[in-house]
């Protein structure tokens, strides 16, 4: 009565002339999945429960492979939301009494009289740069009736998809107040409710960011122009399943937020007991004046800049790597494993790095040794990061253009000096804190996945995973 088709994407080895062995095996869950259909089978189990029971598997009535007259057993070609771009109908955003799109415009500046009318006018800082969908609710600046009758923009009705599409192009937020925008706005109005979810319509436009960057046209402002944007198309599953879907990323987001709020507030605490001796930093933390041309140094070097330090947290972003020390040019400094890197320019940055790795880095950074065996680097790395060392080298800097803090006033500064065994305890605990912030981060990066893989799943560029799924 039916046929059963087995996707096998990967046989445990690559596709090169060595057929070399590699990790991707579906061959043993295909053969185990193959035995449990057969015995359901045997068993007269119902195909809604055989389906059930494996994820590799396509069951296809014969009748409906014979009902062309090919016969055709590609098993693709009745495969449902997986390579296919129509797991669900297309909609054009142009489409009538479903979307109606309206254009931003802007009303001459110069009239006092237009502006302040308490209608809120959303410009592009009213749309954060985000991962998610933004919100406005209410916005930075507001026009008066007389100034939107007098120029080109609409009043936006709440609950309506805001999309940036001039100059910088594909920020999306839906607003929760009746709004007008400026010119580098369309905004998708939705006229049957009962067809499309704002929120849906908001995620499934984040998929067509790179499609409206690429039809921009122009100069210095590309911009996006109505016609084009109306011919973007999203697909459209049934209300139910978009409200579904909009739930199902939403928790995501949730479990980012919640994970962001840790990250963002985490500040390494060092309680001071007023007993600890206070002393100048220069008395535990010398400078360290070793340099190097990088164009005499050969292979692989670690070069780290000023925007290579994150602010607050001390965590290293962006290529640190450079296979060709003679591209980094000017005089640097050298560091080693366990020194302490420190931005003196612009300090109220606060980027502090206890390194753990040797290499070179700015002129720009502080780099700073423990002076004696009574100190450890880590502990200072941290009191270096906390808020009140900032504030008390702030009150240090020199210059107003490109602020600095000198080494002279730097090693002035007065810092604690507890116990070695102190310092011990006070460093285990904070590395035991940044553990569970970098654990943060993780998830952050694993829920961000899993964002990707429903908004893929709806556009039909891959089948949900059922762990996936479950999480």
Not at 167 to 187: D, E, L, S
Request: net charge neutral.
């Amino acid at each position: 009565d039916t046929i059963a088709f087995f996707k096998v994407e990967n046989d445990g080895f690559g596709l090169g002339a060595q057929r070399r062995a590699i990790e991707k095996n579906d061959l043993p869950q295909v053969q185990a999945e193959l035995a449990t259909y057969l015995q359901a089978l045997r068993s007269k189990a119902s195909i809604e429960t055989i389906l059930s029971l494996t994820s590799t598997a396509q069951i296809v009535p014969k009748e409906k492979i014979a009902s062309n007259g090919d016969y055709t057993l590609s098993g693709e070609r009745y495969r449902k939301g997986t390579a296919s771009n129509h797991s669900f109908p297309l909609v054009f955003l142009g489409e009538e009494n479903l979307f109606r799109v309206e254009s931003g415009g802007t009303p001459k500046s110069d009239v006092e009289e237009y502006w302040g009318g308490g209608i809120p006018w959303a410009t592009l800082v009213d749309l954060p740069a985000t991962d998610f969908i933004s919100e406005i609710a209410t916005t930075k600046r507001t026009i008066s009736d007389k100034g939107l009758r007098e120029s080109s923009a609409k009043m936006i009705p709440a609950n309506s998809i805001v999309v940036s599409t001039r100059a910088t192009i594909g920020r999306i937020a839906i607003n929760r107040v009746p709004i007008a925008t400026n010119q580098g706005f369309k905004n998708v109005i939705i006229e049957d409710l009962a067809r499309a979810v704002p929120e849906y319509v908001a995620l499934a436009l984040t998929k067509l960011v790179p499609t409206m960057q690429a039809w921009a046209t122009g100069g210095t402002f590309a911009e996006i122009s109505k016609t084009k944007f109306c011919e973007l198309q999203i697909p459209l599953p049934p209300l139910e399943v978009q409200k579904e879907i909009v739930a199902e990323i939403e928790g995501y987001q949730k479990v980012i937020n919640g994970a962001h709020a840790v990250i963002d507030n985490y500040r390494p605490h060092i309680p001071i007991d007023p007993e600890w001796p206070m002393v100048e930093l220069g008395k535990v933390l010398q400078k360290s004046d070793e340099t190097v041309l990088p164009e005499s140094l050969s292979g692989t070097v670690t070069y780290i800049g000023l925007e290579n330090i994150s602010q607050r947290t001390g965590e290293i972003c962006g290529n640190i790597v450079s296979e060709n020390p003679a591209d980094i040019k000017s005089l640097k400094n050298v560091f080693k494993a366990g020194e302490i890197l420190y931005g003196k320019l612009r300090p109220n940055l606060n980027k502090v790095w206890l390194a753990d790795r040797a290499g070179i880095c700015s002129t720009d950074i502080l780099v700073l040794r423990p002076v004696g065996n009574h100190i450890i680097t880590g502990f200072y790395a941290s009191v270096l990061k906390s808020e009140s060392f900032n504030a008390t080298v702030m009150s240090h800097i020199k210059g107003a253009q490109l602020p600095r803090v000198g080494w002279p006033s730097f090693a002035s500064i007065l810092v604690p000096l507890p116990p070695l065994a102190t310092q011990h305890a006070i460093v285990t605990e904070i590395e035991a804190e940044q553990k569970l912030v970098a654990a943060s981060q993780e998830l952050i990066a694993r829920f961000k996945k899993k964002i990707q893989t429903t908004l893929a799943r709806i556009w039909g560029e891959e089948k949900p995973d059922p762990m996936e799924t479950k999480a």
